[in-house]
Nanobody, 125 residues
Framework: QVQLVESGGGLVQAGGSLRLSCAAS????????MGWFRQAPGKERECVAA????????YYADSVKGRFTISRDNAKNTMYLQMNSLKPEDTAVYYC??????????????????WGQGTQVTVSS
């Protein structure tokens, strides 16, 4: 098991930026594929970005392409989500997730078995 703790959420105006961090502890961070998910009130949880164990492969939801950047620093056991040009529709609780590395990136929540507690992101108009 790996323990995950998100940070960096908050309140920001539309057009602003935030950087989320996901700190991992426990097992070797570099053996995990990682993902960022979000869930808005009344909506299903969705994957906004994912990254392979090496950082060599990434995935972005269409709604965030060109605005969000996922990255990881395996030496620091940390994953990041840089969010630029934020929109009110980006408002949600953001979660980081991990699963043992595989040949393809996972983009659905049932493929991940380790989750953080979430951090709130609120974008005002």
């Amino acid at each position: 098991q790996v323990q995950l703790v998100e940070s960096g959420g908050g309140l920001v105006q539309a057009g602003g930026s935030l950087r989320l961090s996901c700190a991992a502890s426990g097992r070797t961070f570099s053996r995990y594929d990682m993902g960022w998910f979000r869930q808005a009130p009344g909506k299903e949880r969705e994957c906004v970005a994912a990254i392979s164990w090496s950082g060599g492969y990434t995935y972005y939801a269409d709604s965030v392409k060109g605005r969000f950047t996922i990255s990881r620093d395996n030496a620091k056991n940390t994953m990041y989500l840089q969010m630029n040009s934020l929109k009110p529709e980006d408002t949600a609780v953001y979660y980081c997730a991990a699963r043992d590395w595989a040949q393809s990136i996972a983009t659905t929540d049932n493929e991940y078995d380790n989750w953080g507690q979430g951090t709130q992101v609120t974008v005002s108009s």
